[in-house]
């Protein structure tokens, strides 16, 4: 019997598979028209970037070019936000669809990464393979595809791939490939697969940990290591209610760890009146301990 997390990734599959036959990708034409001088930075994922509902995705999406014309923001939304508020000026781009992996992308729509991009942020399926679980074979080919197009169309593009968080799904449900074992393994686990894909994919410049710093919040009691235990008077949960996909508190860490490695400022810059935390009715006190825990998983203490 199927779960519902796969019968969701199924649905939503096809949904990316038909968006991508209605929708053509307009980049070169974005390309062209973009400011000189200012950096244009590309977004390329999923739900793990675009979010995986409506109050993720919609938000921030005036500041944010969608490729596929779905007026979306999520995680590129709220890093743009962030750029404002630091007084910078990016261009920013996503090539996102729901429940997809990196070789959809190289696939499906090749000419996205035919454009010069300055800078491209590249984020692979949950478990690197929807078919076999942290088997990293696809993702090593697609993504050299990918970083290999990137180069030939800007060779001074920088490329960052993302270093996802582990699914709380796969820790806590019997089924699950890290049950029984603590968080922070299935967290280890994660990074080092990461490690091991930018081992293998030389022309990614730099991996950004967003699951070690998921890790780390959790590990100074920022965020709950559960979020199956919903005992009253605990700390954040960093996934959504399907304990796969990112909470806003989630995506809110993962976008302060995206904005200081791809500007190189530090997260706490941005100070106790952030927008996007008020936006989504982030308690301060969690987001300014969370500002700390990027500056320090960015190395930034």
Known sequence: MMRAYDIRLILTLLFGLL????????????????TPGVPAVLFVGNSFTQGSYAQIQRYGSAGVTDLNRQDTGGVPGMFKLFTQQAGLDYAVYQETSLGVDLDWHARIKPEVFQQPWDVVVIQEYSLLNARSAMDSKISIQSINSITEALKRANPDVTIHLMVNWARADQIFIPSGLWHGKPPADAFDAMATAFADLKARTPLVDRLIPVGPAWKNAIEQGVARA???????NQAVSLWTSDNVHASPYGHYLQTLVIFGALTGQDPRSLGENEQVARDF???????????AVAAETLGLD
């Open 19 to 34: 968006l991508s036959s209605a929708c053509t990708s307009d980049a070169a034409e974005v390309v062209d028209r973009r």
């Open 226 to 232: 559960n979020p199956y235990d919903t005992a009253r």
């Open 281 to 291: 009715s982030l308690r301060p006190e969690v987001t300014q301990r969370m500002k």
